[in-house]
């Protein structure tokens, strides 16, 4: 009987490594785990709902200086109440801790690698590498439904948009392409990013998206508040909580997410803002030397919508300028 009885507990306890929470309750906790032979504490919340229900993993601060997702993730995790939740969900605001204490902008300070290009990760690589595999094993997987919280970084402009990827599973990118939608941002772009969360997520069988909002440093109300929105339709859609389906939103599919980049490092003078239509073959910027020679002119490389701009005037040679979607 004690076996029967031990099997039933432990498929109602909701756990990730040392932190678990039983049918009903929130557990807020800091999981630490070794990162290069040092300790690494990841914060996070478990939420065991006591209805039954899909398990729900929401990450922010992959990329630590995004803050509207970060701010959106914390008031999520402070927020849900077990008592009204179907289902589990697991809550971790900010992955890249050392690069929030730096204010580091692209990069994991431990290895100078952008994290949101080594997931799956792997236990036996550089810094980024054993974080995204400690987090994808222990968490991601245990995803029914998996969001991502990203936007501009510290030197970027974006309009808000959620990114799906097409893994060739149609049951799975269906399913993406639901959250998407459901998220309610109008603009919606299909990406295949290696190494990006929500395409390894989306590799290994879970429907997943990226949603982008904010930027630049600054967490305003409003794009905050498109993230957690976004969370909160999801939810309901979902019926992990309770209220209406949420209304159908107005979308734009964009199905190529086209990035420009710097040749030269100097100064970049973008000419279009986040937001715009241009056209292809349209100058959408100069990077410029010292004495404002034209090294390279940004032309547009299609008919789109620009999604971000990087605002630095400063430029490094293979730097990100802005992206279009078309
Ligand atoms: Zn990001």
């Not at 929401?58 to 200086?65: K, P, R």
């Not at 808000?160 to 599973?169: A, K, L, M, N």
């Not at 149609?170 to 939608?181: G, I, P, Q, Y």
């Not at 299909?190 to 630049?216: N, W, Y």
Request: aromatic share 8%; with cysteine.
């Amino acid at each position: 009987m004690e076996d029967i009885e031990t099997t039933r507990m432990s498929k109602n306890v909701l756990s990730v490594g040392t932190l678990s929470a039983s049918h009903g309750q929130k557990q807020y906790g800091v999981n630490e785990f070794l990162v290069e032979r040092q300790p690494y504490r990841l914060p996070m919340w478990l939420i065991n709902g006591v209805g039954e229900g899909p398990t729900l993993v929401v990450t922010a601060g992959v990329h630590a200086a995004e803050y509207a997702s970060i701010a959106a993730a914390l008031e999520l995790g402070r927020s849900l109440d077990p008592g009204s939740f179907s289902g589990r969900a697991i809550v971790v605001p900010i992955v890249d801790m050392p690069a929030f204490s730096a204010r580091s902008i692209y990069v994991c300070p431990l290895d100078g690698k952008n994290p949101n290009r080594v997931f799956p990760g792997n236990p036996f690589g550089s810094a980024s590498e054993q974080i995204a595999d400690w987090l994808f094993r222990n968490v991601i997987s245990q995803a029914n439904y998996y969001v991502d919280l990203h936007g501009g970084d510290l030197i970027e402009a974006l309009v808000p948009f959620t990114i799906f990827f097409r893994s060739g599973d149609k049951r799975v990118d269906d399913a993406s392409l639901e959250m998407a939608k459901v998220f309610g941002i109008h603009f919606l772009v299909c990406s295949e990013t290696p190494g990006s969360t929500f395409c390894a997520a989306s590799v290994a069988g879970i429907p997943s998206i990226l949603a982008e909002a904010g930027g630049q440093g600054i967490w305003t109300a409003e794009d905050v508040c498109c993230h957690t929105n976004g969370l909160n339709r999801l939810m309901r859609h979902l019926k992990m909580t309770p209220g209406n389906a949420p209304e159908t939103v107005p979308f734009a599919l964009l199905e190529r997410f086209l990035w420009l980049r710097s040749e030269h490092e100097g100064f970049w003078y973008p000419a279009i803002a986040v937001n715009d239509r241009v056209k292809a073959g349209q100058s959408l910027g100069f990077i410029k030397d010292c004495e404002g020679h034209v090294l390279q002119t940004a032309i547009s490389p299609a008919d789109g919508i620009v999604l971000f701009i990087v605002s630095s005037l400063a430029i490094n040679q293979t730097d990100p300028l802005l992206a279009v979607g078309a």
